[in-house]
Every structure is written in C-alpha cells, then in structure tokens.
C-alpha cells in the first residue's frame, strides 16, 4: 500500500470514527464490491436453507441464525479484515485492550411477519461496564436491500451517551437503510433493534462484531474454529479470532500464545513463555535490578 493510500485510509478512518463518537453509528456507503457481497451471499445459501428458525423473546421465532461464517466461506475473511472496518475497530477499542478480537460472525434472515426485535444494547451481555469505555463495535453487512418495510436495523442516534436510559421512544429511532456493499457500524453502547419485516420476502445480512481483547467472546472461537479447521484458514484472521494471547498472558495454551496450534509442525511437550507487554517487562527489569524501592518487610510479632 503506498503512502498516499495509507494516509487516504487513516482519513477515512478519522471521519467514519467521528460519525460514531457523535452519533454512536455510521453508514458506510460502498464499504464493498456489491457483486462480491453477492459471492458471500451465495455461499452461506445452503446455511439460510437449512437452518432452523430461532427460539427465544430475544431472537424472536421468525429469524434464522447460524455462525462460524469463516469456515462456511473463505470470502468471509476479506470483510472481517478489510482495512477500513478493521482500521474504525481499532480506532475504537484499541485504547482500551492490547488486541481486539472477533466477538461473532453471524448470518441473519428475518422472515415476514415477526415482531421488531426488542431494543437493546449489546455491551450489556457484559455485566460491568466502565465509564467511558467501548466494549464491542458491530458491523452489519446486508445481503438484499435493507429498508424500513423489511426489518432494516433500528438505530437511535446519540444513545450511546444516555446510557441511564434503558428505553428510548420509537419516535427517535432511525432505520438503517442500505443496499449489499454497505455497511453499518455501530457501538456496543447503541440502543438498537432489528426492524419488523412487514414485506412478503425474507431480509438477509451478516454481522461481524470486534471486541475487547480480554472479554469473554458471543461466539467461542475455539468451539467454531477448532485447531484442525483454523490450520486451513489465513493465519491473521485466525489470531483475530482467538488463536493470540493478548497481553499479559490472557488466552494461552499450555502458557504459551495458542498460535503453536496452528503449526502442524508442532508435538510433544512445550515450556510456557511469558506474553507481556514492554512496559511489564521493563517493570521487572527494573525491580530484578534494584532501580525500585522496595518496602520494608513487615514486622512479625507473635501473640501473647
């Protein structure tokens, strides 16, 4: 990538970050290829297909719901990756985490004739939020044209700083409107909703959603992607969805970074090895060296 691309790039990723720090979403139109949003679509077909309809008052009993997209389809790798989503995620949650990681990849149809999903926020799957602090970036993909009539996510604009308000009125929401190769992102502190779909034919999308590093994940990597199916996909989307310890020593196998697993090379016993950071490292060079104080050893007395 050139110096020009990449100082395009940061741009775009300073004015879509801004649309979110302000409005708690964005659109990003022609986020893709249209016809390669098409491809994706058509290779989790047989997944719509076959899947059962959900169950739950939360998922609702006209939506269909299935995950581990990046093994059903080797283009699914592409958008969890692509440098201006990738790029906002990190502008986003990388203050406070040392990596981030995928939260889930999830297709979803909407049927006709169900009710508009209950409007919430997902940062509350967690159940202590810290002040100031973005959990969880989602980003909605569509498959067919999003609109009012078919289910388009529910969005209300500026909800991420009334976190005091469980509920706000219908009459602030906004529909997320889109045609496939745009893209929705909002955060995890945004009230939003899945729409009623009142049309005569299904609404199909995909989300992929990124999360703090040291969170416990939606979707357990591990279970999706275990070692002999994530040694056939892209290392680096592999480390995004779990096999990277994130610092200091969060996430290891055997105490060492779980990426060993997908070397198909590697056997037999291993050594744990320290994953921390610089700062930790050079904290306790610092102390083995005696450039800290050391407190004094408490006095010890004996009762009676």
């Given amino acids: 990538m050139t110096l020009i691309a990449i100082d395009s790039l940061q741009q775009d990723i300073e004015h879509y970050w801004n649309q979110i720090d302000r409005d708690g979403y964005c659109i990003v139109r022609g986020a893709a290829p249209r016809l390669l949003v098409e491809k994706l679509g058509d290779d989790l077909r047989a997944g719509f297909e076959t899947t059962p309809l959900s169950q739950g008052p939360f998922y609702g009993d ?5 995950h581990g997209l990046l093994h059903r389809s080797p283009r699914t790798a592409g ?10 995620a990190e502008r986003i949650l ?3 985490c040392d990596m981030i990681q995928l939260n889930l990849t999830q297709a979803i149809e909407i049927e006709p004739g169900g009710l ?3 409007p919430h926020r997902d940062q509350d799957m967690w159940p202590i939020h810290a002040p100031g602090v973005e959990y969880l970036l989602n980003v909605m993909w569509p498959f067919s044209a999003y609109t009012a009539e078919n289910g388009a996510t529910l969005v209300w604009p500026g909800s ?3 976190q005091d308000e469980i509920f706000i009125g219908m009459e602030e929401a906004f529909p997320a409107e889109m045609e496939p190769g745009d893209a929705l992102l909002f955060l995890g502190s945004t009230l939003h909703a899945g729409g009623a779909n009142v049309t005569a034919t299904p609404r199909r999308g ?3 959603s990124y999360s703090l590093g040291w969170l416990k994940p939606y979707e357990l990597p591990w279970l999706a992607y275990p070692p002999h199916v994530a040694r056939t996909l892209p290392r680096d989307v592999m480390g995004l969805a779990g096999y990277r310890a994130h610092r200091p020593n969060l996430g290891t196998y055997e ?4 990426s060993l697993l997908l070397d198909e090379a590697q056997n037999g016993p291993v050594g744990a090895i320290d994953m921390l950071r610089p700062d930790q490292e050079a904290l306790i060079a610092d102390y083995r060296s005696g450039l800290l104080p050391v407190a004094p050893a408490p006095l010890r007395t004996r009762a009676g």
């Fill in 79 to 88: 958008f969890a990756l692509d440098p201006l989503i990738h790029g906002l």
């Fill in 94 to 96: 990388r203050p406070w």
């Fill in 62 to 66: 006209t939506t269909r719901r299935f």
């Fill in 255 to 258: 105490g060492r970074c779980p």
């Fill in 206 to 208: 995909m989300i992929i």
């Fill in 116 to 118: 508009a999903q209950p």
């Fill in 160 to 162: 991420h700083r009334r």
